[in-house]
């Protein structure tokens, strides 16, 4: 397939380092709602196109016609889905029926890379593999399994090759702080400008995630692109499980300052897996992908953004 790569949600956490992954090898055009990121600006042709307007998702893959999709964009968080439980199935569900529809449509033959979640998986304490059972435990993993779904009803007979990924936990510079380790190193940052007081307020710290460097993941994607088999998911994951207490005390021991952890009931959530660690067998046999960017090279990085924005 020859023509133009497509990112949505290119201004987003992960579409904005998968567009810098990929500059420089392909012309990239990117969907956003929101300006992209200074880093990734010029990398790329962006439009701004609400992926909720029907009319105008399929209005521009009759224009574009692209050869590659790598669907980013959707609702990210999972606590939040807890307070508006409509919202990420509009954002993770029906987005991807309007571009797969659209592209079925204007008959384009497209390679498309949707970015699910782990999240689908019920509650394990074993590495997940993608034959273990599907049961969310949240709205947010609800809406990223119907997204699954939609995707893999698509039919070779419409000229699209649809390959799935369930993503563990995923961190890097310029993801929100209103993730885990973000959250932590900009609260670390602040309190080493003491606008804040030395202590960070968390939830449950006892959990266990597979935390993978966001530009590992975003390699896995465009591997995953070249060498993914139509109709299959892969996981995306490190196999390595971290309590988020151990992530925490990776800031706190990179801090300036002495600060003082404290457990906030108001952060605990409804519903919470203890453990969510992922097999990334498939996704290495089929691609030879291995994560390469080190722990504590992610928190450096981390904690290296947040100590430069202005908070």
Request: with cysteine; net charge neutral.
């Amino acid at each position: 397939m020859s023509g133009p790569v497509l990112v949505t949600g290119g201004a987003g956490f992960a579409g904005s380092h998968l567009i810098e992954h990929l500059s420089g090898t392909v012309p990239i055009h990117a969907w956003t709602r929101s300006d992209p990121p200074p880093a990734s600006a010029a990398l790329a042709t962006w439009t701004h196109v609400d992926l909720l307007d029907r009319d105008r998702v399929r209005h521009e893959i009759a224009k574009l016609r692209p050869a590659r999709i790598f669907h980013c964009a959707g609702a990210a968080h999972v606590g939040t889905s807890f307070h508006n439980t409509a919202e990420p199935l509009r954002s993770n569900a029906l987005t991807t029926h309007y571009l797969l529809d659209a592209a079925r449509r204007a008959g384009v033959a497209c390679r498309v890379l949707i970015t699910g979640s782990a999240m689908v998986y019920a509650p394990s304490t074993s590495p997940l593999t993608e034959g273990e059972t599907l049961r969310p435990t949240s709205p947010y993993g609800l809406s990223k399994l119907a997204q699954e779904q939609i995707a893999l009803d698509v039919l070779a007979g419409d000229g699209l090759e649809v390959v799935v990924t369930r993503t563990f936990n995923h961190t890097g510079p310029r993801q929100q702080a209103s993730f885990a380790a973000p959250g932590f190193a900009r609260q670390i940052a602040m309190i080493e400008r003491g606008a804040v007081e030395p202590v960070i307020r968390v939830g449950n710290v006892d959990t266990i995630r597979d935390l993978t460097d966001v530009r590992d993941t975003v390699r896995a994607y465009a591997l995953l692109m070249d060498r993914g088999t139509p109709g299959t998911v892969y996981n995306v994951a490190s196999g390595i499980g971290r309590t988020i207490r151990s992530v925490l005390e990776a800031f706190i021991n990179r801090s300036n300052v002495p600060v003082e952890i404290v457990v906030d009931p108001e952060r605990l959530r409804p519903q919470d897996n203890p453990v969510m660690v992922g097999d990334p067998s498939r996704l290495r046999a089929s691609t030879g992908w291995t994560p390469e960017l080190p722990f504590d090279r992610t928190v450096d990085d981390l904690l290296a953004y947040w100590r430069s924005q202005p908070l």
